[in-house]
């Protein structure tokens, strides 16, 4: 089956800048998609379409696209965007594929 | 704004079936894909299948011959059954709308989930 693959952890300090990889064979004709969740919470959407920014989700949250991975950066962390993170995309059958999660632990 | 809310039995015995229903409010249900995803204790995040408004559904095919969806419109409602479950489908159960443009689909917004323990 399809798979998405993200580094287990990401650690950051307060105020750098976090970058979190998606890595998939589909990726560069599928779409991607990032959401962030936190603990009790429901999956918030903060990236579509590999760059795109839902409103009221902050500049600090960005996309980027290349070849079988994507990339989403958060940029001058807050305490606040600790969380895991989840690329999503499709296959080739259209089945939805979720990565394997990115904890961010901002030290 | 669209909320979604999961309702159903929280505690599901080996063998039997899982059923739990999304209630769609602040919108309508028709015209949108729905969808079922899945999270186990620590685990990541696992789609198990959509239905549009009209009732025609698509299924992750890891969980096909197990999963039945249905949509009641008149209720904004639309509902998952898993039939036959063991432990492993112990999990916090999400709906959420399927949000697509012409290319590709993302699910927003989400419910808060609901806990699905399955023993005896």
């Known amino acids: 089956s399809y798979e998405l693959t993200q580094p287990p952890s990401v650690s950051v300090s307060p105020g750098q800048t976090a970058r979190i990889t998606c890595s998939g064979d589909?990726?560069?004709?599928?779409?991607a998609y990032w959401y962030q969740e936190k603990p009790g919470q429901a999956p918030v959407l903060v990236i579509y379409?590999?760059?795109e920014r839902p409103s009221g989700i902050p500049e600090r949250f960005s996309g980027s696209s290349s070849g079988t991975t994507v990339t989403l950066t958060i940029s001058g962390v807050q305490a606040e965007d600790e969380a895991d993170y989840y690329c999503?995309?499709?296959?080739?059958?259209?089945?939805?594929?979720f990565g394997t999660g990115t904890k961010v632990t901002v030290l | 704004q669209v909320q979604l809310q999961e309702s159903g039995p929280g505690l599901v015995k080996p063998s039997e079936t899982l059923s739990l229903t999304c209630t769609v409010s602040?919108?309508?249900?028709?015209?949108?894909?729905w969808s079922w995803i899945r999270q186990p204790a620590g685990k990541g995040l696992e789609w198990i299948g959509r239905i549009y408004s009209s009732g025609s559904t698509n299924y992750n095919p890891s969980l096909k011959s197990r999963v039945t969806m249905s949509v009641d419109t008149s209720k904004n409602q639309f509902s998952l059954k898993l039939s036959s479950v063991t432990a492993a489908d112990t999990a916090v159960y999400y709906c959420a709308r399927v949000y697509c443009n012409n290319v590709s689909c993302c699910f927003d917004p989400w419910g808060q989930g609901t806990l699905v323990s399955v023993s005896s």
């Open positions: 379409r590999d760059s």
């Open positions: 999503q995309s499709a296959d080739s059958s259209g089945t939805y594929v």
């Open positions: 602040g919108g309508s249900i028709r015209s949108y894909y």
């Open positions: 589909a990726l560069p004709k599928q779409d």
